[in-house]
Every structure is written in structure tokens, then in C-alpha cells.
């Protein structure tokens, strides 16, 4: 046995070790919670008849105490090159999405009848007495906390979106609405377009009910359009048996290693308000300026993007003084074979990336090397089944356990969804634009888009960068950082 071989089992049996060790602390702890939880189950049963399940799973770390607010929302705005009516999505939305049974005649999309209510600490599903769907789908009606011009455009649709995005919700309502704008501005050049003017369609979705992955499975199911993308890379892989009792017996070292605990301390702060959100969106970015840079760099497409934005996040830092060379990022992977529906079915993996490098051809490089680590290492999947274990404990304490730890860790929240590579349609008109921001921690970043062009969006606390407060910053920042790179792509194919 080589030194390096040895090197490995020695490090292996250790974490086995602490693991075990970790495992013979907790059991007691464990069973005591597991009895409480059933104890609450048969409870319901008996005397709650009326509820559903226990919200179980990832679903159960995106409750938040008060059933009117969200611990985390995803918000998906889509611009449309015709005039789009509430009456019409209404109904479409009704006997495309409302009605869809699975072969066994379930409803696929139950959840959007249902809410949660709190027993004795946990929460359970209850669907929506006398269910309204007039109560979802409407026409824009929020104009007394942010008014929208008619008609009206991107730039005060930039100032809106961080104003609603976390609105409350309707007592005993399911979390999720759909506001229809019908009077938009189209700056945009397309063969389809007859007018000047279209329609936005809001999207809002508590995290609980669903990952973005179930989101874009209402929109195919709604928009009966094909909103195709590339297949999973990134973390689609499926583990042995062998793999899986290997995991089992250091699953707690895998999760000390990925703790807030374990890391550097967040060079960004955190969020101080729920009322003082800033947002800002990059200029639509073709699918094919970044595959060249990919290709020229032999890199990965994301970590095209991610050096991209961490470039552009080093910019804004150097307005206080600050650019430490890495940064804490929580990036979100989805997971392999998603059951379809509603549901949560993706992880997270907290890492730290470069960001002050003397070249961008660097930093690009050294992101890929961390983006290929991850996803190589266990790190994503343990904290999956984490995330599993987790929501063993009663709603409140996991509450606090998640927000808690975002105090620590991460400076940013990154998830990076794949562009559709089709063009999109809805009831006759093109889907022209995407803009697609979420809520958890003081920055989100998010990528999205549809037709071979994606866009950044930037949501965060006015306070999150210190001194560099305009969220222009960003967006300019990662502007100014891939042109840099199609500028270094041209000039190495001219040679």
C-alpha cells in the first residue's frame, strides 16, 4: 500500500470513527423526537381528521412560523407578445393544471389547493375550504403597496418585483398566485410581434410547495409549450450500495464538513429588513457567447457564469475596502430523477470560490476546478439527506436552526436553472423575455431564461454591500467581466 492509499483509509476510518461517535450521541436524542412526531401524527388522525400529512421532507425547512409570510418564495415573471386576459389563464389554468390526474387518478398538482397549519409544532396539510381560484389568478392588484404605470415597462417592473415579491399571503389560502399585467411595453424585434404592446404574467410560489424544477412542469403543463433544457449534469449521479453504506458510516463528517461552523466567515451581510429590497437584471445574454467562452477556456458553462458574477462581486466589495480572495456561496443542485408534481426535490452545497485573482482567465479556471470538485464529492448529497433528516424536528426549531445559520454563512445564495433551448409560447403569443428572482438570505442571484437567452437577476438587502448600495453595480459588473472574456475568445480564435 503507497503512502497516498494509505493516506485515504486513514482519513476514511477516522471520519467512520467521529461519525459513529456522533451517531451513539444522538440516538437517544433521536428516538425521543421520532416518538413525539408519530405521537403528533396519531393526535391529528384522531382528533384533526380534516388535515392532510405531515409536511415531511425539504418541504418541512421552508415553513415559516406565521402561515401568512414565507421563509423563502420563487417569483417567475414571463413577457408575452399578445394581449393576455386573467378570464382566459383563469380557465386555462383550470382545466390544464387544476384537473391533471396521474394513471392512478390523483390530482398531480394537489398542493395547489393546500396550505399548512401548525399542531403541536409540526405542520400538517390542509386543503382550502370553498377554493376560489378567482383568489390565485387575477389581474395585477397589488397597486396600493406598488403601483404599476399602464402601460407598463422593464424599468418599473424593477421596481416592483422586490416590493411583492414577499407580500403575505391569504389566511387559509394556498401560497401561490399568478397576476396578469395586460399592458406591457415590448422593446423587443420579433417576427411574431403585430404590436407594440403585450402582457406580464407574474408567477408567485411559497418554496414549500415546490422546487423551480415542479415550476417549470406547471409551465409546460399551462403553456403547452415544449420549454426544453439540457439534460442534468451537475450532481446526476446515483450511488452503489456499496457507495451508500460508505456514506452512511461518515454521513456526520460529510455534514460537519459542509457546517457554517467549518468555513470562513461571510464577508457579506446579512439581511436587516423585510422592506428594503433592491433589485436589478443583466441585459439578456445569448446561450452561444457563453458556450464560445466555455469552449475557448475548456470550462464548464456554469463556471462561466459564476466567475462571471463573482467578478462582478469583487467590483462592488472594492467599494468598501474589502476584497478578501475567496467568498462563502450556497448554490443550489437539483437532484437526479425528480417524481414530477409538487414537490422539493434538490440540495445545496456551501463552498468557497474565488474571487480577487489577478486575471479573469484565472479566476474562470480556479471556479471551474471548485465546480468540478463539487460536483465529484459527497458533499451535495449528504446534505440532501440532511435536509431529510431535519425535518424530523418540529417546524419552529427548524426555523431557527436555518436562520440561525444563514447569520454565519453564505455572503450570496446562487442557483443557476437551464435556458430553454426552445421557443416558448402562450395561447398563440411568443414568451419574449424571463425574469425569475427568489427570497432567502440578504443576495439571491438567479439564472434564468427561455429561447437560447438567459438573464442574472439580483435581489438583495439595499444594505448587503455596505458602501456600494446601487444594485446597477452588479449587473454592469458581470456585463463588463463576460465582455472582457468574448473579448480574450475573439482575439484567441483570430490567432
Known amino acids: 500500500m503507497d503512502k497516498q492509499c494509505f493516506h485515504r483509509v486513514l482519513i476514511y476510518l477516522s471520519a467512520a470513527a ?10 437517544p436524542i433521536a428516538l425521543v423526537i421520532y416518538l413525539y412526531r408519530l ?4 393526535i391529528c388522525q384522531i382528533l384533526r381528521p380534516e388535515l392532510g400529512s405531515i409536511v415531511a421532507g425539504v418541504d418541512a425547512l421552508f415553513i415559516n412560523p406565521d402561515n401568512q409570510k414565507s421563509s423563502s418564495v420563487i417569483l417567475t415573471c414571463f413577457v408575452v407578445n399578445n394581449i393576455v386576459s386573467e378570464h382566459r389563464v383563469r380557465e386555462i389554468c383550470e382545466q390544464r393544471v387544476l384537473r391533471l390526474k396521474d394513471l392512478d387518478g390523483n390530482l398531480v398538482y394537489k398542493r395547489l389547493y393546500q396550505y399548512w397549519v401548525n399542531v403541536l409544532g409540526y405542520s400538517f396539510w390542509k386543503t382550502e375550504d370553498n377554493f376560489d381560484l378567482r383568489n390565485h389568478v387575477r389581474k395585477y392588484d397589488y397597486n ?6 399602464i402601460p407598463t415597462d422593464e424599468p418599473a417592473l424593477k421596481l416592483v418585483l422586490p416590493k411583492i415579491v414577499d407580500l403575505p399571503w391569504g389566511r387559509n389560502k394556498s401560497h401561490w398566485e399568478i397576476l396578469i399585467v395586460d399592458s406591457y411595453k415590448l422593446n423587443y424585434l420579433s417576427s ?8 406580464l404574467i407574474i408567477f408567485r410560489f411559497d418554496h414549500f410547495l415546490c422546487d423551480f424544477s415542479s415550476i417549470i412542469g406547471i409551465f409546460r403543463t399551462l403553456f403547452q409549450s415544449k420549454f426544453n433544457t439540457p439534460a442534468l449534469g451537475r450532481n446526476d449521479r446515483a450511488l ?8 452512511a458510516l461518515t454521513f456526520p463528517y460529510e455534514v460537519f464538513k459542509q457546517s457554517p461552523f467549518n468555513k470562513k466567515r461571510k464577508c457579506i451581510c446579512s439581511r436587516k429588513s423585510s422592506s428594503n429590497l433592491i433589485y436589478d437584471v443583466s441585459d439578456n445574454i445569448p446561450v452561444s457567447a457563453i458556450k464560445s467562452i466555455k469552449d475557448t477556456n475548456n470550462v464548464d458553462f456554469a463556471s462561466v457564469i459564476q466567475s462571471a ?3 462582478s462581486v469583487c467590483r462592488c466589495l472594492q467599494h468598501n475596502g474589502k476584497t478578501p480572495n475567496t467568498i462563502d456561496i450556497l448554490s443550489a443542485f437539483p437532484v437526479s430523477n425528480h417524481p414530477g408534481g409538487l414537490c422539493n426535490h434538490a440540495t445545496t452545497i456551501l463552498e468557497d470560490f474565488p474571487l480577487q485573482f489577478e486575471s479573469s482567465e484565472r479566476r474562470l479556471h480556479e471556479t471551474n476546478e471548485v465546480l468540478k470538485s463539487i460536483s465529484k464529492n459527497r458533499g451535495p448529497i449528504a446534505t440532501f439527506y440532511l435536509l431529510q433528516v431535519l425535518a ?13 445559520s444563514y447569520k454565519l454563512r453564505p455572503s450570496f445564495f446562487i442557483s443557476i436553472v437551464p435556458t430553454t433551448s426552445s421557443t416558448e409560447y402562450f395561447d398563440g403569443g411568443e414568451i419574449l423575455d424571463a425574469f425569475f428572482v427568489g427570497t432567502v438570505i440578504g443576495m439571491i442571484i438567479t439564472a434564468f431564461g427561455v429561447g437560447n437567452k438567459f438573464r442574472l437577476n439580483f435581489l438583495m438587502d439595499e444594505n448587503v454591500l455596505g458602501n456600494c448600495s446601487n444594485p446597477e453595480c452588479l449587473s454592469q ?6 465582455e472582457y472574456l468574448l473579448t480574450l475568445d475573439k482575439e484567441s480564435k483570430g490567432h
Not at 144 to 149: F, K, Q, S, T
Not at 392 to 404: A, C, E, R
Open 309 to 311: 458574477v463573482n467578478a
Open 240 to 247: 452503489s450500495f456499496l457507495q451508500r453504506t460508505s456514506l
Open 18 to 27: 467521529f461519525s459513529i461517535s456522533i451517531y451513539i450521541t444522538l440516538a
Open 39 to 42: 405521537f403528533v401524527i396519531i
Open 392 to 404: 424530523f424536528l418540529p417546524s419552529t426549531v427548524i426555523n431557527k436552526l436555518v436562520s440561525s
Open 144 to 149: 396600493n403597496i406598488c403601483n404599476l404605470p
Open 192 to 199: 411574431e410581434t403585430t404590436s407594440k404592446k403585450g402582457s
Open 477 to 482: 459588473g458581470l456585463n463588463t467581466e463576460l
